[in-house]
């Protein structure tokens, strides 16, 4: 592998910042500050056949970091982040987050905070602040860069309706570059 070469990529700079990082305020601050463009991560960019697409970039012990490629209307489900941190950053188009507080059930999830995030915009998330969909709601395609401290490999997903929960495995349309779902 050609290391030097690698080390000197805006991506591999990026996980060395973020290595760097000892709290999560640092994490945080390393995701919003961040500059990589949709052209530093154009390996990485596939969409998904039924879905948004979910692009692993890098995964360590530590955090993983994953490109989200979203066409018009594709959402996520209502989810938690299973005790870790999630730091989001929109790369491009724009993005609607909408949070919630789960209810005993059979209740619906009640909304709270609802944000638009466009390009160069960002949020952080921990289980402590409820559950939230994002999605895509407009005719544009558009992308979200990931960090998760510590990696997760399976989250809650809630009906918003009645607040019935699901566990979902984390699964991927690409790792590393290669597509690996039709
Ligand atoms: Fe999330």
């Not at 805006?10 to 995701?31: G, S, T």
């Not at 790369?91 to 905070?113: H, V």
């Amino acid at each position: 592998m050609a290391t030097a070469e690698l080390k000197s990529s805006p991506v591999e700079a990026f996980i060395d910042r973020l290595h760097a990082c000892k709290n999560d305020q640092q994490r945080i601050d390393c995701v919003q500050q961040n500059a990589l463009s949709l052209d530093d991560l154009a390996q990485y960019h596939f969409f998904g056949s039924n879905s948004y697409g979910r692009n692993l970039i890098y995964h360590h012990p530590e955090f993983e970091v994953i490109l989200m490629c979203w066409g018009p209307d594709q959402q996520s489900s209502a989810h938690d982040h299973n005790k870790s941190l999630c730091v989001m950053k929109c790369i491009g188009g724009e993005l609607e987050e909408q949070r919630y507080k789960a209810n005993p059930t059979p209740q619906p999830l009640s909304k709270t905070q609802l944000s638009i995030l466009k390009a160069g915009q960002s949020c952080a998330i921990t289980d402590d602040e409820g559950l939230h969909t994002v999605g895509n709601k407009t005719a544009e395609n558009a992308c979200s860069l990931h960090v998760y401290f510590p990696p997760i490999s399976s989250v809650s997903s809630f009906s918003i309706e009645d607040g019935k929960e699901k566990k979902l495995t984390s699964a991927f349309t690409s790792e590393y570059g290669v597509r690996i779902v039709s």
